[in-house]
């Protein structure tokens, strides 16, 4: 025995040991006393509370310190509370160094084990002869629940080596600590290696006549007392564990048999305990044999649930059948129950088997994971998942010759992209030979040959590609996408096929070893650190998958990483102030820097190794170059880790006139160098100046050079070192050929979306018009650029005349412009449009041009002269909004006609194409009389002429047919996109229509005679703009994040009569295109979901072109070589605007300086929500949804606004804020609170945060991952999982996280429904996580809780309200909905598993009502609410209603059945609990079930509450008696039926939140709303103080009386508030009463504030009107109109001495109000002087919009600098401007990337806090304009305060209350 065992032998007092008396090495928390017990004769410690996680004795003290107690055996002397619950946590340590937790509580139903937590369920004996004994032996499942009321005293004993070696296959060490939760009694605790016999006296032990052999005698000071003749088993319990107990559980803590020593556990032994040596049948000892296997930690994850028995059942024939390697992959577990167990043997002794037992669907998988590598990193949250990417599957095609389509198929074949870059422009790379430049172009990348421009296409990538990487003989690509997953995939750059993928977080850098077998990459963590992640991808060549070998997190900031082609496993990266050197050495990830002396302050942009291979000298022994933003390039010795050299690029220096000298490297201010690539002969760099620079390798001279427009941001010298590829930042790819000196262009781009494009059909060129504010004529054929044309006016719409050199186009400014190719001039610019113009066309004959703008005029022209004269122009004729550009307009072939959508978005109007006289209006929207809501139209278009249609797309997603003359509707067609249709064409034959919507297009049989009408093409990352056949008929232009030309292959009109069947002519079925969408696209897609492989390749091969020449309106060539560079003036101009973190900052110098509705089907998994396009259109075709007539079902609070996806969180530790505390409670979600009363867990959502609190402590952590309102929640049973779901961005696809409790990472992101999530359920064992759509997507999702991937899912015809799993059964559900119940049972055909759903109508008892809420019992019964106020109850065994009552008056959205307890809660603001202990007897068959299903007086209406708003979410404990509940009003409370109270945890604003303060000693703050509620909230606790209502009135605005040390009273305990009826309010919060009531505004009060003695109040009115009023008598003292006829947004007040401005006066106060205008004003309220200081006004552009929807005027004191007043708001440009008094001008101005909606200034630091209609708070150091953006509210961000000590920070979006603790920049 060890030194360290010898002290504890022979047993150890625990108490004793800890001296728990003094408190000083153990913890209390909550209700623990002491008291004098009866039965014991001592004092002993009670735990009592309703929550037991929060009420607890703790040994040690801290979780940090360990007991370091080696007994085998564990004893507690305890006591269970009766009626009550309690829990028990031991932390046990392993000799592996693992730290395990065995919980054992009777609040556990089930055994459950994980790999480091096993929990067992308490079984509480009872008195012998007791009621509770007779029911105990007669149970099946024993006294599962809470204690007896006759529980007694017990003695257990815990056999803690035997549980770690059996259930965990561990090696016991020591007990770590022991927490001791409520509600129980407990005398002491003690370990021993001893087999101790609480019953056996001392003699009986020496004896050995004891009934356990070798037993001991029970310590007396542990021993219970026992009366003479008495027997200690009489009067107490004593429990071992193993247990020898008979009843289920099996694996769970509970009373012995009548004979204990029967099942003794054996003593100590060296070798390790093996499980009880029973005899038992095959099937057990494989199930015993799994429970090992699931428990060992290396591989197996929480989900499992292994079933250890202590006694075996008899159990019945097991039969065997094969089952496949793909279920065993796919699922994580779990079946349905109906059939007898399955077993497989695999080939090396692995089998899979399945388990049944009639314990309800307890269901257990074993399986090998060979196949799917998951790796796992304790030190961070993030988990890579790498999976093998599965061939094409080969699908039987049988022609049908009953469907005709649209032929050839395809009919599309797309030729060539005009666009580079996208995500970035360093993505280009040169292939082996140097024949071929493969580059990214948004999603798409391309390979494109430099002889002949043909190019190649690697499809597949979801997002903008961000890197792409060759290995050494190009044989291999890998290519990633930008995103939070980042996909990675591994290409066959010959086939063109992809071989493999992978996923990581927003990689930015890729690098592939020479050989190939290894993959770096480089991204961002959630955390906003960087990320280096290194894969295998040998296996990858061959069609295996990859395999991840390390990964590391690292606070260094990494540019690019590259893997050195002499070695796979070292690299190099390099960074903002570092260059690291990495090695993989035993599956770890190691770095070590280099020493850069001086130079470590640099940041490095790019890295490069010394070329070719060194006979005299070692693979590693060369040198490293590293270039910098400075222009410093390191030369840097690899294998000592020193440099050598160090060199600059600095700008040249003027010597002559009219030359320059070539650039050196000395000392002086560098040129930075973004590039560097280094060739055994030379160097290249590329700089942020424009050059491309070749160097020999001493860098003694530039002997090449070529300027570029912009700066480069990529140099690459080829292999065989003849060319080097170059791109810049302005979308430019091109290559010097070195020894030629000739540069050629490879491609040009626009560098913003493309808005819209015209073809010239004689000198086929085509113009396009882009964000980027550029204008670009490009030659149809070559698609080389041909001109370019830049404008400070954003182009909207571009025409080309029809048959002159001209073409015009409109500006955002409302300007059109006409200029003429050939001379580059300008012809004639109009200015009739004050918005955008979102129209331009020439009439067929080129007589007339027409424009159109976005507030509703119409312009005609005369086309025939240059000048381009009006002729008329129109107001309020056409459609306001600017979604109709660029092709506004529609004109006839003949010229005659002019449609457009307009006056109305309603309306079409045709008009006289010469003289704009109105020929026809039809309104659309009466167009379609079943519809429930108004169509608007969207687009028109005109067909060729013979047709005499006009086409109309609308906003229900139709295109119509109409007669051009008439206006009567010909034909519709139906969800014709997914979105809206935002352009269309027709071809000149009138046989083919071409649609857009969204990233899709669609080609169209303009007659609709096919059974199939349409193909669709995919290709584009972004919305497309417009479409358009070309004018020969040949092709398609389609155009949105880049220029696309596809191929046009439809067969000539008489071979295309040939093709078509005879019964296909005669069809004018005007839509077959629910079911013929589907066919038609069939084809499109691979089995992997991306786009076929025959589309993208060229037809044909472009001609080798030369240097484009490109003419710019007064410039030449900007493209030079030069062997003999010359000097170049610097150009001089207003700095750009900076990037980064850090705003601009510029200082003046002062003077002086419808489908099946049941139909299942399998998906991908959660990372790509991959569809296949026949499978996207299929979800099209449905009506237009209607919103269910319930309120449970969720809709979320319209919002204006919309997150800039540009911002980015700080990076962790760097925060600048860190939020402290929410306040509120978001009552428009519908189950948006989850509680677990065993493990404490409570969590509910605000806005877009989850919120997860301590009750006891009353903290918070905060979730952060949604950017929208989140609409429910979900929880584990084990309380270690949270989901929770919101709405996507931008209308994208729902969002549901998957967050970890332990740790709050959030270890997946799921997507797949197209609407919100309206409810989730886990299933009772965990092992499934279901997921239900709303109204506009109704539907439900099965996913494994394993690895999260879609196991199936169903399309539903009505809307789902509720979902929940059976108790009984994990593979029973259901869900309710519109009338009906579905019932579904999971079912699994080998690798699939399906979802079988039975539907069941509402009994007619119920009536036409929407089914609301549900929830099982746990005797298999289903009970349903319904709108109406019913409760139906179900028989889930024959799927029927056989029960109803009346439960409410009003909507019932929330059911909880606990037992025999039930509990509604509905819209009537009321919970009740019902007994249904009846129920059970009245389903059918029981006996005395009669025929009415209407037995309300079976149930017992128990007790009833009443709340203050709807009730929306619930959580109760097991046994009804207590629990929390959350209401629309925004409170959460807590409900005691036991004490029939309700006490309130959480307090929030229901409406919009108008103002927040803090008061002067910030012990409280105060809140105001629209509601008319001003809230008083303690500092730090955040509990409601108090609560002031005024009805019908809004509440705007608020301050607090200024602390006065002079006057004791309470003035500062004073709050005054504005409200929209023009009163004042006066409040004191020591009285908690109104003192004052003031009326001095006619308006609503707008802004107000104390002055800064406190003596008056100045108040603002919506009117403009100032008024100062005294707060002790109520009077208007003064009235200040100067603002007149503005709102006033600000006022504010400060004390000091102003003398020094010439006027008397003791303070400074200012107003500013919403015309811009702040007004300074120096007094002394002391003797009522009051004089203007100073009158600002800041310019601002002209706007015709309202003043309410333009940012606000506002306006503060700087706290730090005397006399400088900052104001914002809206004006020339978006900055902060600083304006001094004392100089009486603008001192500094700091720009702004979005308009601010509030600001404040803190006390210290130089800190601003500035809000946004974009979602962000940002924080701004006002010194250097360094800045951090918070994006953590769903809502624009419009309050936002500082307290008054600047340490705090209050923040306010909609009802959101956010607390932020400052911690500066």
Not at 163 to 172: A, I
Not at 556 to 579: E, L, P
Not at 1113 to 1129: A, I, P, R
Not at 1706 to 1724: C, F, G, K, T, Y
Request: hydrophobic share 35%; charged share 20%; proline share 5%.
């Amino acid at each position: 025995m060890t030194s360290s065992k010898v002290w504890q032998h022979p047993y150890v007092n625990m108490f004793k040991h800890v001296r728990m008396e003094e408190w000083k090495k153990s913890t209390k928390e909550g209700d623990v006393t002491t008291y004098m017990d009866k039965t014991l004769k001592c004092s002993v410690y009670r735990i009592r509370g309703s929550i037991p996680a929060s009420n607890y004795i703790l040994l040690p003290k801290t979780s940090t310190q360990s007991l370091g107690l080696t007994g085998r055996y564990l004893y507690l002397l305890f006591r269970p509370s009766p009626g009550k619950h309690f829990v028990v946590h031991l932390d046990v340590a392993s000799e592996e160094g693992q730290v395990i937790r065995i919980s054992f509580s009777n609040l556990f139903k089930e055994f459950k084990s994980t790999a480091t937590w096993l929990q067992f369920p308490f079984l509480c004996g009872a008195a012998k002869g007791s009621v509770y004994e007779t029911t105990a032996h007669s149970a099946r499942h024993g006294l599962v629940g809470p204690a007896p009321c006759s529980v007694r005293w017990t003695c257990l004993m815990l056999d803690l080596q035997y549980v770690l070696s059996v259930y965990l296959n561990r090696r016991h060490s020591h007990l770590k600590s022991v927490k001791l939760c409520a509600n129980m009694s407990v005398k002491n605790m003690f370990t021993s290696d001893l087999l101790c016999e609480p019953g056996l006296t001392f003699s009986e032990a020496k004896a050995g006549t004891g009934p356990l052999p070798g037993a001991s005698a029970m310590p007396r000071e542990m021993s219970f007392p026992v009366p003479k003749g008495g027997s200690w088993h009489d009067l107490y319990d004593f429990i071992r564990f193993p247990s020898d107990g008979a009843k289920m559980p099996f694996d769970s803590i509970q009373k012995g048999l009548a004979h204990p020593g029967t099942a003794a556990p054996k003593p100590a032994s060296p070798v390790r305990e093996e499980a009880r040596s029973v005899s038992i049948s095959k099937p057990v000892q494989d199930r015993v044999s799994l429970i090992q296997q699931i428990t060992t930690p290396k591989t197996r994850p929480r989900h499992r649930t292994p079933l250890l028995t202590s006694s075996v059942p008899e159990l019945g024939l097991v039969s065997s059948a094969p089952m496949s390697r793909e279920l065993a992959e796919s699922w994580p577990g779990g079946v349905s129950d109906r059939g007898p167990g399955v077993e497989s043997g695999g080939p090396e002794g692995d089998s899979l088997t399945l388990l049944t037992a009639d314990d309800g669907g307890v269901h257990i998988f074993a399986h090998r994971d060979d196949d799917i590598t998951v790796h796992r990193h304790d030190s961070d949250t993030e988990e890579t998942v790498c999976t093998k990417v599965q061939g094409p599957v080969s699908l039987p095609s049988k022609k049908v010759a009953e469907h005709s389509k649209l032929q050839p198929d395809p009919i599309l074949r797309l030729k060539k992209i005009i666009g580079f870059g996208g995500c970035t422009t360093k993505c280009a790379l040169w292939s082996q030979t140097g024949e071929a430049v493969v580059y990214a172009c948004h999603a798409v990348i391309v390979s494109m040959k430099i002889a002949s421009e043909e190019q190649r296409f690697f499809i597949g990538h979801t997002d903008k590609v961000s890197a792409l990487a060759f290995n050494g003989n190009c044989t291999l690509l890998a290519s990633a996408q930008t995103g939070g997953l980042s996909a990675v995939r591994v290409w066959n750059y010959l086939k063109g096929s992809c071989l493999a993928m992978t996923h990581a977080h927003s990689v930015s850098s890729l690098s592939f070893s020479s050989s190939g077998g290894v993959l770096c990459g480089v991204g961002k963590d959630t955390h906003g650190k960087s990320m280096v992640v290194v894969w295998n991808t040998q296996r990858a060549k061959s069609g295996g998958e990859v395999v991840l070998l390390a990964k590391a997190h690292t606070d260094v900031d990494i540019q690019t990483m590259k893997i050195a082609f002499f070695d796979d496993t070292r690299m190099v990266s390099c960074g903002r102030d570092n260059i690291r050197l990495w090695r993989v050495r035993s599956g770890a990830l190691r770095s070590c820097p280099v020493n850069l002396g001086e130079y470590h302050a640099l940041e490095y942009t790019d890295i490069a190794f010394e070329d070719g291979h060194f006979a005299d000298r070692e693979p590693d022994d060369r040198t490293l170059f590293a270039s910098s933003k400075s222009g410093h390039i390191l030369e840097i010795d690899y294998k000592c880790m020193a440099i050598r050299n160090v060199r600059r690029l600095l700008p040249s220096q003027p010597k002559h006139s009219q030359r320059r000298e070539k650039q050196t490297f000395c000392s002086g201010p560098g040129i930075a160098i973004n590039s560097i690539s280094v060739s055994s002969a030379f160097c290249a760099t590329g700089s942020e100046d424009g050059y491309l620079r070749l160097w020999p390798l001493d860098f003694s001279t530039v002997f090449l050079e070529a300027e570029h427009e912009g700066p480069l941001s990529l140099v690459s010298i080829s292999a065989e070192g003849l060319n080097v590829l170059a791109s810049t930042a302005s979308g430019t790819l091109g290559y010097l050929d070195v020894s030629s000196r000739g540069y050629s262009t490879l491609m040009r781009s626009h560098t913003d979306t493309v808005l819209g494009f015209s073809v010239d059909g004689i000198r086929r060129n085509i113009a396009t018009v882009s964000e980027d504010r550029s204008i670009r004529i490009w030659n149809l054929d070559s698609l080389q650029q041909l001109y370019d044309f830049v404008s400070e006016d954003t182009p909207c719409a571009v025409a080309f005349h029809p048959s002159q050199q001209v073409f015009s186009c409109g500006f955002g400014s409302g300007l059109v412009r006409v200029f003429r190719i050939s001379t580059s001039s300008l012809l004639a610019e109009h200015k009739q449009h004050r918005g955008e113009v979102t129209g331009l066309a020439f009439s067929p004959d080129g007589e007339y041009m027409y424009s159109a703008g976005s507030l509703g005029t119409l312009a005609l022209y005369s086309s025939a002269e240059d000048d381009h004269h009006v002729l008329r122009v129109l107001g309020n004729v056409v459609a306001r909004g600017s979604e109709r550009r660029p092709d506004a307009l529609a004109v006839s072939s003949d010229s005659r006609s002019l449609a457009f959508v307009g006056p109305s978005e309603y309306t079409v109007t045709v008009m006289d194409a010469r003289s704009l006289d109105e020929l026809m209006r039809i309104d659309v929207s009466i167009l379609d009389l079943d519809s429930t809501s108004l169509d608007s139209a969207v687009k028109v278009c005109f067909p060729p002429v013979s047709t005499g249609h006009l086409l109309v797309t609308t906003s229900a997603n139709k295109i119509l047919w109409l007669n051009a003359t008439t206006g009567r509707l010909l034909r519709e067609v139906p969800n014709t996109h997914k979105k809206v249709c935002s352009s269309l064409s027709v071809s000149d034959d009138s046989r083919f229509l071409l649609t857009a919507g969204h990233k899709a297009i669609k080609l169209w049989d303009y007659n609709m005679k096919h059974d199939v009408n349409c193909q669709v093409f995919i290709g584009h990352s972004q919305p497309i703009q417009q479409v358009s056949f070309t004018p020969d008929q040949l092709g398609v232009v389609t155009v949105g994040d880049a220029i696309y030309y596809w191929d046009f292959l439809a067969y000539p009109q008489e071979i295309q009569e040939r093709k078509t069947p005879a019964h296909a002519a005669v069809s004018l079925s005007p839509c077959r295109a629910a079911g013929a969408s589907a066919l038609s696209v069939s084809g499109m897609l691979m089995s992997g979901g991306m786009p076929r492989e025959t589309a993208p390749v060229p037809s044909s091969s472009p001609p080798c072109l030369d240097i484009s020449s490109i003419n710019r309106t007064g410039h030449e060539g900007s493209l030079f070589l030069c062997n003999d560079v010359e000097e170049s003036d610097l150009g001089s101009g207003p700095p750009p605007p900076v990037s980064g973190s850090v705003l601009r900052v510029t200082e003046t110098p002062a003077a002086g300086r419808q489908r099946s509705p049941l139909r299942g089907s399998d998906r991908q998994p959660n990372g790509g929500k991959l569809f296949d396009l026949d499978e996207l259109q299929e979800r099209e075709d449905h009506e237009t949804p209607v919103q269910p007539d319930s309120y449970k079902h969720f809709t979320s609070r319209f919002k204006t606004s919309a997150l800039d996806q540009r911002a980015a969180a700080p990076l962790s530790g760097e925060e600048g804020l860190r939020l402290r505390a929410v306040i509120g409670y978001n009552g428009n979600g519908r189950g948006n609170m989850v509680w677990n009363p065993d493990t404490g867990l409570f969590a509910y959502s605000c806005g877009c945060v989850v919120v997860v609190e301590d009750l006891h402590t009353g903290s918070q952590k905060h979730w952060l991952g949604h950017t929208e309102e989140i609409s429910t929640l979900a929880a584990t049973h084990d309380a270690q999982v949270v989901a929770s779901a919101s709405g996507g961005s931008q209308r994208s696809g729902s969002v549901i996280c998957i967050w970890s409790v332990q740790d709050g990472s959030r270890r997946n992101c799921l997507s797949y429904h197209r609407g919100e999530v309206q409810a989730m359920a886990y299933s009772r064992d965990d092992f499934f996580f279901l997921s239900a759509g709303d109204y506009t997507d109704p539907g439900i999702a099965l996913w494994s809780t394993r690895t999260y991937q879609l196991l199936s899912s169903v399309s539903l015809s009505v809307p789902v309200h509720d979902v929940a799993f059976n108790h009984s059964s994990a593979s029973q559900l259901a869900c309710v909905g519109s009338s009906s119940a579905l019932f579904i049972t999971i079912e699994s055909k080998g690798p699939d598993v399906q979802l079988q759903v039975c539907k069941t109508a509402v009994p007619e008892e119920v009536g036409a009502a929407e089914l609301t809420a549900l929830c099982y019992s746990s005797d298999s019964i289903l009970y349903t609410a319904t709108n109406s106020g019913k409760v139906c109850a179900w028989d889930c065994h024959g799927t029927r209603c056989f029960m109803t009552w009346e439960a409410d008056e009003g909507e019932i959205g929330v059911l909880l059945c606990r037992g025999n307890r039930l509990l509604s809660g509905s819209n009537t603001k009321r919970i009740r609990l019902w007994a249904v202990a009846a129920v059970q007897g009245m389903r059918p068959g029981a006996r005395g079930s009669g025929e009415s299903i209407s037995r309300s007086g079976s149930v017992l209406l128990e007790q009833e509450m009443v709340l203050d708003g709807t009730v929306v979410s619930a959580a109760f404990d097991d046994v009804m008696d207590m629990g929390i509940v959350g209401t629309t009003a925004g409170t959460v409370w807590y409900i005691n039926w036991v004490e029939n109270t309700s006490i309130r945890l959480i307090s929030g604003h229901k409406n919009k939140v108008n103002d927040v303060a803090f008061s002067p000693e910030e012990s409280h703050f105060a809140t105001c709303a629209e509601d008319g509620s001003l809230r008083v909230w303690a500092v730090p606790s955040n509990e409601l103080v108090v609560q002031f209502q005024v009805l019908n009135q809004s509440c705007l605005c608020l301050a607090w009386s200024p602390a006065c040390p002079s006057q004791d009273d309470g003035r500062s305990q004073r709050l005054a508030a504005g409200y929209s009826d023009g009163t004042l309010r006066l409040f004191s919060l020591l009285t908690a009463e109104m003192e004052l009531k003031l009326h001095p505004h006619p308006v609503a009060v707008t802004a107000i504030r104390y002055s800064a003695d406190g003596q008056v109040l100045i108040s603002g009115g919506k009117d403009g009107l100032m008024a100062v009023s005294s707060p002790r008598t109520g009077m208007t003292i003064r009235v200040i109109s100067d603002h007149r006829g503005a709102s006033i947004s600000t006022v504010q007040c400060v004390k000091k001495q102003y003398t020094e401005f010439g006027l008397q006066g003791n303070e400074l106060w200012l107003a500013a109000s919403a015309d811009r205008r702040v007004s300074i004003w120096a007094s002394d309220w002391s003797k009522d002087k009051c004089d203007l200081l100073d009158w600002l006004t800041f310019p601002a552009p002209l706007c015709t919009e309202e003043a309410d929807s333009l940012p606000p005027s506002l306006a503060a004191f700087s706290p730090t600098e005397p006399g400088v007043v900052l104001y914002v708001g809206y004006g020339v440009e978006r900055e902060i401007t600083f304006y001094s008094l004392a100089h009486k001008q603008i001192i500094k101005r700091i720009a702004l990337s979005h308009w601010a909606t509030c600001l404040s200034v803190s006390s210290k630091g130089h800190l601003l806090a500035v809000g946004s209609n974009e979602r962000l708070l940002t924080l701004i150091k006002s010194t250097n304009g360094k800045f951090q953006d918070f994006p953590a509210h769903s809502d624009s961000v419009h309050v936002c305060g500082f307290a008054p000590s600047g340490d705090r920070l209050f923040t306010s979006a909609y009802n959101e209350i956010f607390l932020w603790d400052v911690q500066g920049l």
